[in-house]
């Protein structure tokens, strides 16, 4: 969801009246360090718990609300106090808007196991975000891998203006080529049925892979338990994968010497590797528990011919796991950011190992995995948190997608020194929470998904926007599966289940 400019620290007695109310407070909960009320928040940053304390702008309410609730502090006087504060500054919204959002946020940072089914629409305009209610931390995403070749030309619309909406630039129309309809057929169903009526929580990241010569969706639920599935079927495949102690964010699935693999983060701050084919996988623990925060992204690549994993944490750290040493540790990858790391997404450019990382402080940032010393080059920005990443290719050349707070999914053309993020359609109201890219035929496709329920797709070849579907409740995780002209899209949804489109 976009939020407008926030209002200066001397914007009336409103604001200075919060500020103080709220530095009361902090004092009479003896002063907890950012570091430890992030901690137990377990979903904001030290550094914007640091900011909302300050109070030198009017700070979002979502975050304000979970910063009070762990404060011990009277909820509800902090929104009235929030909303005046708020109308002073002439962004108004309604007392019902900020209600639905605090419902969200309080049920995602107790770890609610029965979470709302819905998504309530509130203004752009509004701070009172329904979105990062729903789920602060994020989910990543399945990351596509991408060989890249030189001496072909971009689409002329993916280097345009960054404002002018893929699909409405007046070369997108001049290719010759067509969006391919995605036609009444695409019906979307739960994978493996209705929910049982032992609701797990959020399905926060899917993804997809091979076991024994068939296709499988591995998830990552709310409750910490990974659980497998047929494809083709919905059906169960082996017990509930248990280890990690809270909610699980992201997983990526691969092979490791000749074995299915799949890695997961989790909110408990531990990366763990697990063994598909063993009959009763466990979860074995990389590393330490990062001490700062959750690890919110990983992806599976490959570097110089050895299956590695790139992680994205809290602590401001993307890390780089050698997962064919006995005992692997994550290596930080450049200097540490100031703000947490959301997502992550691989892939190859040039024959060389790349990455691509987002997080808190808005920006898209390109690694090179095959430097002796990586460092990251800053591609753009989009005006909120970036929540997921993906990456493919586009005319034969590599590209990223980007999902953000700020309501844009953006693609980034990782060929040019200066990408424009072009979005891809309009902004929305509420936050765009998952991409992924795929192929439809022979056609580079892309999709995504949010607070709003809604499923988006584009014609990557036009820009052209694919008619929309929508599943149950939000969207907060998506993955891709192609086997010739046949396309599968899953999707991770806020109500608990995992939604099936079929292309």
Not at 54 to 60: A, D, K, Q, W
Not at 77 to 90: D, G, M, N, P, Q
Not at 192 to 207: E, F, I, K, Q
Not at 248 to 274: E, P
Request: aromatic share 4%.
């Amino acid at each position: 969801m976009f939020d407008p400019p926030l209002p200066s620290a001397g914007s009336g007695d409103e604001l200075l009246a919060l500020r103080l109310r709220l530095q009361d407070l902090h004092r009479w909960a003896g002063k907890p360090s950012s570091r430890q009320l992030a901690t137990n928040i377990q979903a904001l940053s030290h550094t914007t718990v640091h900011i909302v304390i300050r109070c030198e702008r009017l700070p979002r309410w979502g975050n304000l609300e979970l910063v009070v609730d762990a404060l011990g502090g009277d909820v509800e006087e902090f929104r009235r106090l929030w909303l005046t504060a708020e109308a002073a500054t002439s962004t108004t919204i309604g007392p019902a808007a900020v209600t639905g959002g605090l419902g969200r946020r309080a049920a995602r940072a107790r770890c609610a196991k029965r979470p709302v089914a819905g998504a309530p629409q509130v203004s752009r305009h509004s701070p009172a975000s329904p979105s990062r209610p729903r789920r602060q931390v994020l989910i990543s995403l399945s990351a596509v891998l991408a060989a890249a070749t030189a001496g072909v030309a971009v689409t002329a619309w993916l280097d345009s203006s960054p404002d002018q909406p893929a699909g409405r630039h007046p070369s997108a129309g001049k290719t010759g080529q067509h969006p391919v309809p995605l036609n009444d057929t695409l019906t979307g169903e739960p994978l493996g049925g209705p929910l049982s009526d032992d609701n797990h929580g959020a399905v926060w990241t899917v993804t997809t892979g091979t076991l024994d010569g068939q296709t499988i969706v591995v998830t990552g639920r709310q409750d910490g338990v990974l659980q497998v599935r047929d494809l083709a079927t919905g059906a169960v495949r082996g017990g509930p994968l248990t280890g990690h102690a809270k909610a699980v964010y992201s997983v990526s699935v691969g092979n490791l010497n000749g074995r299915a693999t799949a890695v997961s983060g989790s909110v408990d701050g531990t990366l763990r590797l697990w063994d598909l084919t063993a009959e009763r996988p466990a979860g074995r623990q990389l590393g330490g528990a990062q001490p700062s925060g959750s690890i919110n992204g990983v992806a599976l690549g490959t570097l110089g011919g050895r299956t590695v994993a790139v992680s994205a944490g809290d602590d401001g750290t993307v890390r780089l796991w050698d997962l064919t040493v006995a005992d692997p540790s994550g290596r930080p990858l450049g200097e540490r950011l100031g703000t947490a790391v959301k997502a992550v997404a691989v892939g190859a450019m040039d024959d060389r190992a790349i990455a691509v990382t987002g997080g808190d402080d808005h920006a898209v940032r390109l690694w090179d995995l095959s430097a002796d010393q990586p460092a990251a080059r800053t591609l753009g920005d989009h005006d909120g948190t970036i929540w997921s990443l993906a990456v493919g290719t586009l005319d034969n050349r590599p590209f990223a997608l980007s999902a953000g707070d700020d309501g844009t999914t953006r693609v980034w053309n990782l060929t040019v020194p200066e990408p424009v993020g072009q979005i891809l359609g309009p902004r929305l109201d509420t936050a765009v929470k998952a991409v992924a890219v795929a192929k439809l035929g022979s056609r580079p496709v892309a999709f995504s998904g949010g607070d709003d329920g809604v499923l988006r797709g584009w014609d990557l070849a036009t820009g052209h926007p694919y008619d929309t579907r929508t599943a149950p409740s939000g969207i907060e995780a998506l993955t891709t599966h192609a086997v010739g002209d046949r396309l599968t899209v899953l999707a991770g949804l806020w109500s608990g289940a995992t939604w099936k489109w079929t292309v």
